[in-house]
């Protein structure tokens, strides 16, 4: 794993954004061969927004979220699965970020919430990428999302744009409606809507990764109740590989009876990076360029 706080990043020039890089799926030795894509495209997961109900102006929470990958964004903008995803191979992600309400609007029989990345996040605010030979994860159960090889970790910025989620509170709806109810009993206001948050990458593994990562984006739709995916049962809390123990505590009306909302998410992420003409006038990028040109040398 590099961290991108040895990359000397020079002050004569401002660091360019590119809006491909170049990204192994399985590593090094995989079947796959290096390619340039525009992002990745996390398939449907889970998103948790804990102690956020009843809804006030101000007040803060922290919002989880974990999905596996669909496939990588190609330079034409079309979602393409690797060789092997979720067969011989999986990555995942899990992120939390502190989230702070701006604005609660109601219009008759909708509520608006306007939320920001808060300007000071939880010391456990964090966005994981993960390599795992075998996928293993499991939605309803929401584990095995943070194990085998970490090979990103960013922490989000309060440079998001707004995130808006609209809700009729008066409409209920069954909340597990993918496949078998596994939540009997169990009902959800009616709602969608979309989040966003920016992160600065703090390391990164440049046997997947081969352009040295600066920044990264994250957006995602959001919607209730649940249809494409199963409601998870557990949320990773904490950085590092720790095994998932936020427990969602959503009542009998997800949305309504609190404390927590659950939602399903669908996001992708995009990416900055150095160019290497940057990288090779700072201070100390001799390391990741010496990385990058051996690792594209014995492909």
Known sequence: MLDHGSCGTPTTAPLAQAAFISFDPDGPGGVNAPQTIGGLDWAVGNALRKSS?????GSTFQQYYQATLAGVINTNGV???????????E??????????????????Q????????????SPNSFFEIWYQAGPNSNSLAGTGYNDGQRIMLATPTSSAP???????????????QFGANDYP???????SGGDAYDHAVNSFDPSFFLDAIQTMSFNTSLITPFKEQNPSHLFVGVAGGGAPTIIPLIGT???????????QADGNVTFTAIPEPTLAAGVGATVVLSLLSSRRRSE
């Not at 109900?53 to 102006?57: A, D, G, T, Y």
């Not at 919430?113 to 000071?120: D, E, M, R, Y």
């Not at 009993?185 to 709602?191: A, P």
């Not at 009306?253 to 939602?263: E, F, K, R, T, V």
């Open 53 to 57: 109900i009843p809804l006030e102006v």
């Open 79 to 89: 979602t393409v699965a690797p060789a092997g995803l979720n067969s011989t191979f």
């Open 91 to 108: 990555i995942t992600a899990v992120a939390s970020v502190t989230k702070v309400v701006a604005s609660v609007g109601v219009n008759g």
């Open 110 to 121: 909708t509520t608006t919430v306007v939320t920001f990345n808060a300007a000071v996040q």
């Open 162 to 176: 707004p995130g808006t989620f609209t809700f009729l509170p008066q409409s209920l709806d069954t909340f597990d």
């Open 185 to 191: 009993g169990i009902q959800s206001v009616v709602g």
């Open 253 to 263: 009306i997800n949305g309504a009876s609190g404390p927590d909302i659950q939602l």
